[in-house]
């Protein structure tokens, strides 16, 4: 599966950007689909994720009433709706996605097999 992220950009505080991934030969029914985020100099964390099974949500605290994942099936692409951005939610956003995701590991990324590159979100304040 070979996923492609679109979508970041240059937002003032407050703004709204709406992030793309695009699945390259395949639908993502079965897959569990996530973003996580890196800024520079930290650790790559959760943002956001879809279950495999069921499409149960999963936000990290800091994004949760800010930030919507979503998936168009038809379209082969998750999305990442960001609104009220912040100036630390600055960072390259990934996408990734795996078919054995369970439950207890959607926030770790060791548990996905697929990984878009990143896009750039920088929040100014």
């Known amino acids: 599966v070979q996923l492609q992220a ?3 950009g240059l937002v003032q505080t407050g703004g ?9 030969g395949r639908t993502f029914r079965g897959y569990a689909t996530a973003w ?7 650790e790559r964390e959760f943002v956001a994720a879809i279950s ?4 149960t949500t999963y936000y990290a605290d800091p994004v949760k009433g800010r930030f919507t994942i979503s998936t168009d ?3 082969n692409t998750v999305y990442l709706q960001m609104n ?3 100036p630390e939610d600055t960072a390259a ?3 990734a996605a795996g078919n054995s995701v369970i439950t207890s590991q959607i926030r770790r990324s060791e548990a996905y097999a697929y990984w878009g ?7 100014s304040s």
């Open 36 to 42: 996580f985020r890196q800024a520079p100099g930290k």
């Open 52 to 55: 495999r099974v069921g499409g």
């Open 84 to 86: 009220s951005l912040k």
């Open 93 to 95: 956003y990934f996408c």
């Open 117 to 123: 590159q990143g896009t750039l979100v920088t929040v």
């Open 16 to 24: 709204s950007l709406k992030l793309a991934c695009a699945a390259s």
């Open 73 to 75: 099936n038809a379209k």
């Open 6 to 8: 679109s979508g970041g």
